[in-house]
């Protein structure tokens, strides 16, 4: 059973463009909302999280938009640049240090 | 100030075999958690050391094992190597019990 669903698989932005990529969850009991950033070779890197006592948060370029009563949850690239092409995952958890449950990720390329 | 470090970074087995892989949180970090990402999809929980003990566990069979040592330091053992098993395996680490997990770049396990 797939707890979080991540939407699209694939995503191609101009420079410059806004990247939107969504997910939802099932599991109520989650409490925490981390989006991660991987390259090739490497680890998640941790890029932004948000718990569902707000509905937004900022952080540089990157946004992270959360509808309790849907259990959805987005990212927002602004002004997406070709280093953000990588492949981001969303994940929930109970609180910050258990564990992850990941979506399927979407993979991004940002043309020059 | 060091990241979370994984050796080997890469490793070649055949079934039936044993395998051993190392994880070193990063400094100040007290939990552990390790996951199995196979080609193509989101991180999969396998199981969370804390205080030496097995905190919390995924779906995953007894032929995988770990152990946390008193400087919180982590092995993941897995036993009975399947086909299925090759996978890039990552370590997380995390202070405590409710702030973020930090990912190293993980071990790619090739069972041929």
């Known amino acids: 059973q797939q707890q979080v669903k991540q939407s699209p698989q694939s995503l191609i932005v101009q420079k410059g463009g806004i990247s939107i990529i969504n997910c939802a969850y099932e599991?109520?009991?989650?409490?925490?909302f981390p989006w991660y950033q991987q390259f090739p070779g490497k680890g998640p890197a941790l890029l932004i999280a948000?718990?569902?006592?707000?509905s937004e948060k900022k952080e540089g370029r990157f946004t992270i938009s959360f509808n309790k009563s849907a259990k959805q949850f987005s990212l927002h690239i602004m002004d997406s640049q070709p280093g953000d092409s990588a492949t981001y995952f969303c994940?929930?958890?109970?609180?910050?240090?258990?564990?992850?449950?990941f979506g399927k990720g979407t993979k991004l390329t940002v043309n020059p | 100030d060091a990241g979370v470090t994984q050796s080997p970074t890469h490793l070649i087995k055949t079934r039936g075999q044993q395998v051993t892989l190392r994880c070193s949180p990063k400094?100040?970090?007290?939990?552990v958690s390790w996951y199995q990402q196979a080609l193509g999809q989101g991180p999969q929980f396998i199981f969370q050391?804390?205080?030496?003990?097995?905190?919390q566990r995924g779906n995953f069979p007894d032929r995988f094992s770990g152990h946390q040592f008193p400087n919180y330091s982590s092995e993941l053992n897995v036993n009975a190597l399947l086909l299925g098993d090759s996978a890039l395996y990552l370590c997380?680490?995390?202070?405590?019990?409710?702030?973020?997990?930090?990912f190293g770049d993980g071990t790619r396990l090739s069972i041929l």
């Open positions: 994940a929930a958890s109970k609180g910050g240090s258990e564990k992850l449950v």
């Open positions: 997380a680490s995390s202070y405590r019990l409710n702030q973020p997990q930090h």
């Open positions: 599991n109520t009991a989650f409490d925490y």
């Open positions: 400094s100040g970090h007290d939990t």
């Open positions: 948000i718990r569902p006592d707000v």
């Open positions: 050391y804390y205080e030496e003990e097995e905190r």
